[in-house]
């Protein structure tokens, strides 16, 4: 039997569509337009060409693109200001930091001065504490968008055994959270779990984020399980992901591709949250036309 493949890139266009239509509406009723200030530090380029596809995605939602680039050597207090002025700006909904900053930068202390409220990345410590109290925020991209999958495949959330194998800030841990609050049964594993198959085995739903190609084999997965792939590993055969896909789509129930699986989904998340905050601030009161 050959599991189902979850289409990550027509849940994440069916996500823009509707965004669009809800970013048209906010705007005929509030007279606001949602922005979202990209910030690019340097001259990555690999950073240069996610920060160009976040900001063309931004536009065709019909969002500002306030777009902000300081040069390479630009210092802790050059960028401490720009996103001061940012954070204070009603034009700005969203600020997003492109990570990684110049080594003379620190990224944990710039990122802390963008307000939970226009936190798009959802990465500040506010914003970390909100989902872990299941309060209004922002929430992380990546994570969201698994969500997002698991439900645009009618998959069942409530009461399911999910592993989430990773623990990192900026996909482990919040896709776990998200799933806790969604009243899944989660086990997170990592790097010192003992008998990782094992556990897996237990899963109806399998989160994959441990950034190890290929880990995950068929020995790993309950038949029918639902498997989601967050890992990328860029090789000669091109993108692949944390999953042996081919092995595991003989055992699984449904499957996300690597690529077109939960790559697209994180520009798609990023759009939502900067409407989110823009109704957000609407909703706080300290927007420009409130
Ligand atoms: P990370 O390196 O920060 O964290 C990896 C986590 O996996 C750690 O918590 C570690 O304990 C765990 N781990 C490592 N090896 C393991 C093993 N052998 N068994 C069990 N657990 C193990 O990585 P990250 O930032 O969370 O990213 C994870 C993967 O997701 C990477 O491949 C990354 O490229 C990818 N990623 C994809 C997207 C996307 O948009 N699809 C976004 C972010 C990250």
Redesign the pocket.
Same mark, same amino acid.
């Given at each position: 039997m050959s599991a189902g493949i979850i289409d990550g890139k027509a849940v994440a266009a069916s996500v823009r569509a509707a965004l669009k239509d809800e970013v048209a509406a906010f705007t005929a009723e509030t007279g606001i337009q949602p922005g979202l200030a990209t910030v690019l530090v340097g001259g990555d380029p690999a950073s240069e060409v996610y920060v160009a596809n976040k900001r063309r995605s931004s536009v065709v939602a019909g969002m500002a693109d306030l777009h902000q680039h300081l040069p390479e050597d630009a210092s802790q207090a050059d960028v401490e200001s720009l996103l001061r002025a940012l954070a204070a700006d009603p034009a700005v909904s969203g600020i997003l930091l492109q990570l990684p900053v110049p080594a003379q930068l620190d990224a944990v202390s710039l990122i802390e001065l963008i307000p939970f409220e226009k936190d798009v990345d959802g990465l500040t410590t506010m914003s970390v504490g909100l989902l872990a109290q299941n309060k209004a925020g922002l929430r992380p991209c @990546?994570p969201s968008?698994v969500i997002e999958l698991l439900d645009a495949s009618g998959v069942t959330i409530e009461g399911a055994n999910v592993v989430v *194998? $990773? /623990?990192?800030e !900026?996909? $482990?841990r919040p896709v776990a959270q998200l799933l806790v609050n969604r009243n899944a049964t989660v086990t997170i594993?990592?790097? /010192? @779990?003992r008998d !990782?198959p094992a556990v897996c085995r237990e899963a109806d739903i399998i989160v994959a984020?441990? +950034?190890?190609k290929g !880990?995950v084999t068929a020995d790993y997965i309950k038949q029918g399980a639902t498997v989601i792939d967050? +890992? *990328?590993?860029r090789g000669e055969e091109g993108l692949s +992901?944390?999953v042996a896909y081919a092995e595991v789509a003989e055992v699984a129930g449904l499957i996300t591709p690597v690529p077109g699986g939960? +790559?697209p989904? @994180?520009i798609a998340m990023l759009l939502q949250n900067t409407l989110r905050a823009a109704q957000l601030q609407y909703e706080l009161g300290g927007s420009a036309a409130s």
């Open positions: @990546t968008g *194998i $990773g /623990r990192s !900026l996909v $482990g594993a990592h790097s /010192r @779990t !990782l984020a441990a +950034g190890v !880990l967050v +890992g *990328i590993h +992901g944390d939960v +790559g989904m @994180t």
